[in-house]
């Protein structure tokens, strides 16, 4: 039977020993710290004045530990939610927490049992205040920006949502969401979904294809996009998948205008949803080196010229 790995924290989850640092405006928990990340958050959150803060815990967890997973997921959650305000740089690096290569499940490993994945909008909750937010090797809601309804346009209560301050968007994700939906679907996924549809004409290639789940991949560009138009101070996103295919996305400002790249394996292409939300037609779209394509958008966006959605 496999056991968890052993991580130090505080008796019951309760930090009230804890006195306040206001002298402590930086803290870098790194891999060879092994403290429960929530653990890691509450010491942060005793540190009223901080302005960046890191966390990377590389722990390869067996999948049969799924339960640790999503407590461990949960506890980062609710302690970033005390993060103070005074953060303006936030970097989490976690690893894999998904299913073995040579698992047949049809879905990943369901980290977030609710719908409302707490990881992800509390993420969201803390970014408002940041200047620049890096997540790597992990999973957020594909909306978790900017939520959407189930049509992928903007819920009432996302009027309010604001980055001032914001100036870097990092992200290198995996390639499925915390309800296990995959992403990108790995080829031992696609080629079990042509026979389940009686399609045995399966070659070599097929065994290395991937193929994007368009729906999901679209409703995120299209909430990162909603969510840039509210980035007075946005200089770049980088956005790729760490696993699986390449597949990329960045969005760089220029003085009066920016470019947005998208360089795929699989063939994507933005739809004309993804095109409103970034406040450019399709016809615009260029075929560049490489795989990529790309395009160029008056940056920001005025009144008079948004593209309706």
């Not at 997973?69 to 953060?87: F, P, V």
């Not at 957020?140 to 870097?168: I, K, M, Y």
């Not at 996924?189 to 290639?205: K, L, N, P, S």
Request: net charge negative.
């Amino acid at each position: 039977m496999e056991t968890p790995p052993y991580r130090a924290r505080f008796h019951n989850d309760d930090a009230f020993i804890l006195p306040k640092a206001r002298c402590i405006n930086r803290l870098v928990f790194d891999d060879g710290v092994q403290i429960w990340p929530q653990t890691a958050m509450q010491i942060a959150a005793h540190c009223p004045t901080i302005a960046s803060l890191s966390l990377r815990h590389h722990e390869i967890v067996h999948p049969n530990h799924l339960k640790f997973m999503q407590e461990r997921r949960e506890g980062l959650a609710k302690g970033i939610a005390h993060i103070s305000q005074s953060l303006r740089e936030f970097t989490y690096e976690g690893d894999f927490e998904g299913p073995w290569e040579d698992a047949d499940s049809p879905s990943a490993l369901t980290l977030s049992p609710s719908a409302d994945d707490l990881f992800s909008q509390n993420i969201r909750r803390l970014s408002l205040h940041l200047e620049q937010l890096t997540l790597f090797r992990t999973c957020v809601s594909a909306d978790f920006l900017f939520p959407l309804d189930d049509e992928g346009q903007p819920l009432p209560n996302t009027a309010c949502l604001s980055w001032p301050n914001l100036r870097t968007l990092t992200l290198r994700l995996s390639t499925w969401l915390p309800s296990g939906e995959w992403l990108i679907k790995p080829p031992r996924m696609v080629i079990a979904e042509r026979i389940a549809m009686g399609d045995m004409d399966i070659h070599t290639e097929d065994l290395e294809r991937s193929v994007p789940n368009y729906e999901a991949v679209h409703r995120m560009f299209v909430s990162m996009g909603c969510a840039a138009h509210n980035m007075p101070s946005l200089r770049s996103i980088e956005f790729s998948f760490d696993d699986g295919p390449m597949f990329s996305f960045s969005f760089l400002v220029h003085n009066d205008s920016a470019t947005a790249t998208w360089r795929s394996d699989v063939q994507y292409r933005p739809d004309q949803r993804v095109a409103s939300a970034w406040n450019f037609h399709l016809d615009d779209m260029l075929l560049g080196e490489e795989r990529n394509i790309y395009v160029d958008i008056q940056w920001p966006p005025d009144a008079t010229n948004t593209i309706a959605r």
